[in-house]
């Protein structure tokens, strides 16, 4: 059977999980006795079931031959499973439901690699993945309840869904779909001059432009800036890519700020955020939004270079046994290098840096402009979230609240991620 360096990896990732989780559950007070919740055979099982499934999706592609991508499954469970430990050791009940949501993540990757027989006929829907994403982003304006300043989630009882996660998919497909047609030919041709400037005739970059101010009208009714930073980001590089017009950088970065000083103007939450990015000490902006900036730096700060171990956060409130607000979905970057120090920080962006470089490969290997843009999008788009997260909890920029792929606790962006995964393996078939 095929694939073996993609076996060894994965059962080296799932090792690291299993040996972190193993640590932290010492630190809780773990012992042998499988009756307690914190005890190292439950945790064993836990993970014995999660090899179960991340080994079912390996054996699929072994089975039919697959020669897809051997690294990218094995990354991405690695993060995983520093994400489990790092929400583990936060909040232990957060890390239950988050090994549910795993499950099903891997149900939808292992779907996604049987299903998807042929990447290339997504472009058949151009239009179909522009109105989902216009759909999506319009569903929490109809039916979420703002919280801290912002409409994310939608409430279905059992669990809560964030339509922006699957939104950014669909963003993705559509601009991939667009400009490998002869539409996305004609714009990289911009043979329009009007005030000096190259643009492609109106008639092919009009759709383009309001797919993408729809887009961020909505975004911004929503007042989910973060996830308007990363469609942004992600728009403007695809596009790039498939016309290598600079212009479209240029009016990105003109345009970006002009938002920003808009949103600024207009919304008190986003204000607050600007206030902790520069100056968090104050009372009056701790008492506001510098709360989880100035608890961040201190959680980095006290990690140092060899940090203070798995499972001994002082984001945890040894007193209440609460958290730090949104630690495990704002804030696990900053856990992590509490416990895990400088190097194991480093480690993590390494991996980051490898599923994106893995998928800037696979799409310049590709025969055909669609998979290339979608394998060049989904990268980029790995590559802002983490920018624009990790970027906010060391106060490079604002802090924003969207989540650090694969490891931060949430189950729709662990399924999107996984989606992702999915796509970007389906684009590696075939190539070298």
């Known amino acids: 059977m095929g694939r073996a360096r993609e076996r060894g990896l994965l059962l080296t990732a799932l090792l690291v999980g299993l040996t972190g989780s193993a640590l932290v559950a010492v630190v809780h007070g773990g012992t042998f006795d499988p009756q307690q919740a914190d005890s190292l055979p439950r945790q064993a099982i ?13 054996f699929v592609l072994a089975r039919r031959g697959s020669d897809a991508d051997e690294t990218l499954l094995p990354v991405s469970m690695a993060l995983t499973g520093v994400g489990l430990t790092v929400i583990y050791s936060l ?3 957060q890390a239950q439901r988050q090994v549910t949501w795993l499950w099903l993540a891997l149900g939808v990757l292992l779907l996604t690699v049987i299903r998807l027989v042929d990447v290339a006929k997504l472009r058949e829907y151009v239009y179909v993945w522009g109105a989902g994403t216009a759909g999506l982003l319009l569903l929490p304006i109809l039916f979420a309840k703002e919280v801290n300043g912002a ?22 497909m559509f601009l991939a779909a667009y400009l490998s047609s002869a539409r996305g030919a004609a714009i990289a041709e911009a043979d329009w001059r009007p005030l000096g400037l190259r643009l492609p005739s109106p008639r092919y970059l009009v759709p383009l432009l309001v797919m993408w101010v729809a887009a961020m009208v909505l975004l911004v009714a929503l007042r989910d800036l973060g996830t308007a930073l990363l469609f942004f980001g992600t728009f403007i590089c695809v596009i790039y890519a498939a016309t290598a017009q600079p212009g479209y950088l240029v009016f990105g970065a003109i345009s970006f700020t002009c938002g920003a000083w808009a949103a600024a103007q207009m919304f008190g939450h986003v204000r607050n955020r600007i206030q902790a990015w520069l100056n968090p000490w104050p009372e009056e902006v701790l008492a506001k939004s510098g709360y989880q900036v100035a608890q961040g730096l201190f959680a980095i700060a006290a990690g140092g ?44 962006v390494a991996l980051y840096g490898f599923w994106v470089y893995r998928a800037l490969r696979v799409s310049l290997s590709q025969p055909d402009n669609f998979r290339a843009l979608l394998a060049l999008g989904l990268g980029v788009l790995m590559a802002v979230q983490v920018f624009v997260i990790m970027g906010g909890v060391t106060k ?31 684009c590696s078939e075939g190539q070298r």
């Open 46 to 58: 836990v993970w014995a079931q999660l090899a179960v499934a991340a080994f079912g999706c390996h």
């Open 151 to 172: 409409r994310l989630w939608i409430d279905l009882g059992v669990f809560k869904l964030q339509p922006s996660e699957l939104a950014k998919l669909t963003l993705v």
């Open 396 to 426: 490079l920029i604002p802090l924003t609240g969207i989540t650090l792929p694969f490891i931060s606790y949430g189950g729709s962006s662990l399924i999107s991620n996984f989606l992702m995964l999915g796509l970007l393996l389906r």
């Open 305 to 348: 270079m060899g940090g203070v171990g798995l499972g001994m956060s002082q984001m945890v409130n040894p007193f209440t046994g609460r958290t730090v607000f949104a630690a495990t979905t704002d804030l696990p970057f900053a856990a992590l290098c509490e416990q895990m120090g400088l190097w194991g920080a480093a480690l993590v």
């Open 91 to 93: 909040d232990p009940a």
